[in-house]
């Protein structure tokens, strides 16, 4: 099913739960919500396990996108008996959310020291980074993430995290392309601004 196909699908199922009526079961209806977006949750499990979790699929886990969309459908099979989103861009956000819940969950479970979350565009030098924790700056770095304005952070974990085009963010946010480029640098710049201490310092024989 392509992207559009998909949206249109996710659209019709949150309508069909919107209308009912509280007597009427909505498990039909949410399986079907979630077989219609199948391919995009494997997409975005993919996408968010291999760019941001990657020592997850590693030994001793070896978690792959399959095993984690299983679970992470579950999540929302429940999760759906309770919230019912009303937009294609809620229900991606909702299941979004869920994915990193899962991958927490796991990464804990793995190791009780986290393990390190390696986000491709991090603002803090490479060799603060470590595979067996979280260091003190790069929880700084996570935490002004989650503490983004939600349409920055959600733009932000699309673009930056899950490595989605900006296209791809704009139809599924149903905004401009521009949007989501004038979002991603307004989180860019509060990001910046709050890490700006983490920056390392010139050296004196840089050139200006």
Known sequence: MNEGCTTIAVQRYLGELARLDGCEPADPVIRALLDSSVSRLHLLCKSLLLRSYPR???????LNSEEMLSTVVDRLMRAMREVRPTSVRQFF?????HMRWELNDLARRL???TPAIEY????????DMSESQLTPNTLRMLEAIEALPEEEREVFSLVR???MTHEDVA????VSTKTVQRRLNRGLM?????LNDL?????PNDTP
């Open 171 to 174: 139809d599924l946010l149903e």
């Open 93 to 97: 956000a909702l299941a979004n959310q």
């Open 56 to 62: 997850l699929a590693r030994p001793p886990l070896n």
């Open 190 to 194: 509060i990001l910046a601004d709050s």
């Open 120 to 127: 491709q565009d991090a603002f803090v030098p490479a060799g």
């Open 199 to 203: 920056n390392p310092s010139p050296s």
């Open 111 to 113: 190791d009780s020291r």
């Open 161 to 163: 995290v899950q490595g």
